[in-house]
């Protein structure tokens, strides 16, 4: 069974950088899809962006396209979310889930990792 690990959140100015880490244990196939989600408090959780594992099909929500970039090292099992130009409104906790076959329907979800920008 495929389990997710999140890492890298923190706390960082705005305007620094961060990236987030995903280990997945577990047979991972190219057709997989890693997506991204992140919850503020109070709010919903929203979509941040999503990735086939074999590097294609890569798609961002609007509220981050051109300062989030999503990657993958297939060697280590592990895609990662480069965030630049971060904002204040980019607090959050953020996730990444695994869907099977494309769907949009992310069946594996990590823990979370934390990531406040300050003003």
């Known amino acids: 069974q495929v389990q997710l690990v999140e890492s890298g959140g923190g706390l960082v100015q705005a305007g620094g950088s961060l990236r987030l880490s995903c280990a997945a244990s577990g047979l991972i196939f190219s057709h997989y899809f890693m997506g991204w989600f992140r919850q503020a408090p109070g709010k919903e959780r929203d979509f941040v962006g999503r990735?086939?594992?074999?590097?294609?099909?890569?798609y961002y929500a609007d509220s981050v396209k051109g300062r989030f970039t999503i990657s993958r090292d297939n060697a280590k099992n592990t895609v990662y979310l480069q965030m630049n130009s971060l904002k204040p409104e980019d607090t959050a906790v953020y996730y990444c889930a695994l869907d099977f076959n494309g769907a949009g329907q992310y069946a594996v979800w990590g823990q979370g990792t934390q990531v406040t920008v300050s003003s």
């Open positions: 990735m086939r594992w074999s590097g294609s099909n890569t």
